[in-house]
């Protein structure tokens, strides 16, 4: 029986060491170093995993205190030795700190250092033991995403537009300098509030409904659009606003991010235009058309003869009230098309017909300069869905440039081709062709190219960009390419309806 309680004894001392040496190796496996020091003492026992985190000889590490402290970061040594102090001197048992470490061979480290404390029957601390893991990687991936995420601040903080982020609730979570100074609110006192503060209460008394259909499922009305609404500001004032809102996840909670631009200064400007046109079409276009008017009867000998040197003043000032009222209406068209004010009247034409319309509104202006305008056959049979004056206008204002700056007694060529699904109308001139450094501005505003000869090429500056726009809003576009032959070619391509009705416009 005795030799059977022995056994089990040895068999307890021997399940402890199987126990220890279990740990050990749970320990190395898990990059794991040990460590213990005793207080009586002062020593201080590293293992090989230890040394190679701390990154010294064991061979000459003394196992002293001091050699333990002579391996922490000199700006961090007074602070950890007093945390590990005050951990000795507390009734704590255990103890998890990050700590920086300056190692002779590794340099700058990170080190976890998890510690237990050993305490006698009174209490008394008497050996602490724990482990130790490299997590620099961890620390400089944490650092990255920190200073990440302060970039990101600072993005955000310095953006004209204003930032304003709630919860599913309503809440507010951020707000932006950009969105303290357009609602003159400072982020403490908004941080926490429900976001129709910042509405006028007609918006304000719907918007808890609309939070509550958009998480129950209903069609979003705001997210994922951009809309005009109305803000107020804290002095009452109401403002008009362009609002983008954006939903996204993070931590598994649900919130939205708003973007919001002051349409305030937009929309007085955009009033001021409005004047100006006003009194462009009445102050200016009404007497001008009277001018023109006057000016074209006493060419036409309404007055009687004209002498000979006063017809040459009377050509040059109707040539200028024309130049003038073109100027006037390419500024009314730009304004009008910028704010989308030009009223469209579409209809379904055949391509030849519109191209043979455009050629007989230029053959004119090609005649004076001596020079031609050919339809190149065949001109494919099919239609387009557009606004045929506006169309004729794009193909005009080809036409008036390749008139322009081409050589007297040469031709201007209009061809027309089926690509795809696509009707390619282009424009080409025999000139010298536009210069590549001049290529990226032509139907921008106000740009013009100056003729390589003599002759009077003024012009707005308007008619491209006005070929553009009016392209645009007819679902087609307009381009430029170098001609094969030289000078230069311009084309507008539109989409051929296919179901074309049985009368159609011509």
């Given at each position: 029986m005795l030799k059977n309680r022995f056994r089990s004894g040895n068999d307890t001392q021997i399940t402890l060491q199987q126990s220890l040496e279990r740990e050990r190796l749970l320990a190395k496996i898990a990059q794991l170093g040990?460590?213990?020091?005793?207080?009586?003492?002062?020593?201080?026992?590293l293992d090989d995993r230890s040394c190679e985190i701390y990154g010294v000889n064991r061979a000459e590490f003394d196992g002293t205190t001091e050699a333990w402290i002579a391996l922490l970061h000199p700006e961090d040594r007074d602070a950890i030795t007093r945390r590990m102090r005050m951990f000795r001197d507390t009734t704590a048992d255990a103890l998890t700190i990050t700590i920086r470490i300056l190692s002779p061979n590794l340099g700058e480290r990170y080190i976890s250092l998890g510690a237990q404390m050993e305490r006698?029957?009174?209490?008394?601390?008497?050996?602490?033991?724990?482990v130790v893991r490299d997590v620099t990687d961890e620390k400089m991936f944490e650092q990255r995403l920190q200073e990440r995420a302060q970039h990101m601040q600072a993005v955000i903080d310095n953006m004209f537009d204003c930032i304003v982020a709630i919860d599913a609730s309503g809440t507010i979570t951020s707000f932006n300098p950009a969105a303290e100074a357009v609602f003159g609110r400072p982020s403490g006192n908004v941080?926490?509030?429900?976001?129709?503060?910042?509405?006028?209460?007609?918006y304000a008394d719907n918007h808890h409904q609309y939070m509550a259909n958009f998480l129950s499922g209903a069609e979003p009305l705001v997210i994922g659009?951009?809309?005009e609404l109305a803000g107020i500001r804290k002095n009452g004032e109401i403002f008009p606003m362009e609002l983008a809102v954006t939903e996204f996840h993070h931590a598994g909670?649900?919130?939205f991010v708003g973007v919001i631009r002051d349409l305030t200064e937009q929309k007085r400007v955009e009033r001021l235009q409005t004047e100006f046109v006003a009194t462009v079409s009445h102050e200016l276009r009404t007497p001008l058309t009277s001018i023109a008017g006057a000016l074209a009867l006493l060419k036409g000998g309404a007055a009687g003869a004209i002498p000979e040197k006063a017809t040459k003043l009377l050509d040059?000032?109707?040539?200028?009230?024309?130049?003038?009222?073109r100027l006037i209406e390419d500024l009314l068209d730009m304004e009008r098309l910028t704010f989308d004010r030009l009223n469209f009247n579409f209809a379904v034409h055949p391509v030849d017909a519109l191209l043979k319309q455009a050629i007989e509104a230029n053959e004119t202006y090609a005649g004076n300069s001596d020079m031609s305008i050919e339809l190149m056959a065949p001109v494919p049979e099919v239609s387009i869905r557009v606004d045929d004056g506006r169309f004729v206008q794009i193909l005009s204002n080809f036409l008036s440039n390749a008139v322009k700056f081409s050589p007297q007694g040469s031709s201007v060529l209009v061809e027309a081709t089926l690509e795809d699904e696509d009707i390619l109308?282009?424009?080409?001139?025999?000139?010298?062709?536009i210069p590549d450094s001049f290529q990226e501005r032509l139907f921008q505003k106000f740009s013009q190219l100056d003729a390589s000869d003599t002759r009077n090429t003024s012009g707005t500056g308007l008619g491209l960009a006005i070929s553009k726009q009016l392209a645009i809003n007819m679902n087609g576009s307009v381009g430029y390419t170098p001609a094969k032959a030289g000078g230069a070619q311009f084309w507008a391509r539109f989409p051929v309806v296919t179901d074309v009705p049985e009368k159609h416009v011509s």
């Open positions: 040990i460590w213990e020091y005793e207080i009586a003492t002062e020593t201080v026992s006698d029957e009174h209490g008394r601390a008497q050996r602490m033991f724990g941080i926490g509030q429900n976001v129709s503060i910042l509405m006028p209460q007609t659009r951009v809309r909670e649900r919130g040059t000032a109707v040539r200028n009230s024309h130049r003038l009222t109308c282009t424009v080409t001139d025999f000139g010298s062709g």
